[in-house]
């Protein structure tokens, strides 16, 4: 059984920083690349940034790209999302995800799901 738990959402001021943390359990790690996800009310569940299983290379939505960072610690089995200098269009659901990436076609697909924590971020 594969479970993804986030924790670290919460309310900060516009510029400031928070640190999200994902705790996987289950045969999970070597097996895919990491996420997250974010979802806005009103709007679609959005790619904010991925972390390939070997952690060598990272992926980011150009709209956080600069201002987050992935990582990934597998002997703890946890990726970190770090969101500094945050706007109040990052406010969402934030959503850890384990994710198959296809190198050929450029597409991920999402296997594992985890329940989400919410960022608000006031102006």
């Known amino acids: 059984q594969v479970q993804l738990v986030e924790s670290g959402g919460g309310w900060m001021q516009a510029g400031g920083s928070l640190r999200l943390s994902c705790a996987a359990s289950?045969?999970?790690?070597?097996?895919?690349?990491l996420g997250w996800f974010r979802q806005a009310p009103g709007s679609e569940r959005e790619f904010v940034a991925r972390?390939?299983?070997?952690?060598?290379?990272?992926a980011y939505a150009d709209s956080v790209k600069g201002r987050f960072t992935i990582s990934r610690d597998d002997a703890k089995n946890t990726v970190c999302l770090q969101m500094n200098s945050l706007k109040p269009e990052d406010t969402a659901v934030y959503y850890c995800?384990?994710?198959?990436?296809?190198?050929?076609?450029?597409?991920?697909?999402?296997?594992?799901w985890g329940k989400g924590t919410l960022v608000t971020v006031s102006s």
């Open positions: 995800a384990a994710i198959r990436y296809n190198i050929l076609r450029r597409t991920m697909l999402v296997d594992y």
């Open positions: 289950g045969r999970i790690f070597s097996s895919y690349d």
């Open positions: 972390i390939t299983w070997s952690g060598g290379n990272t």
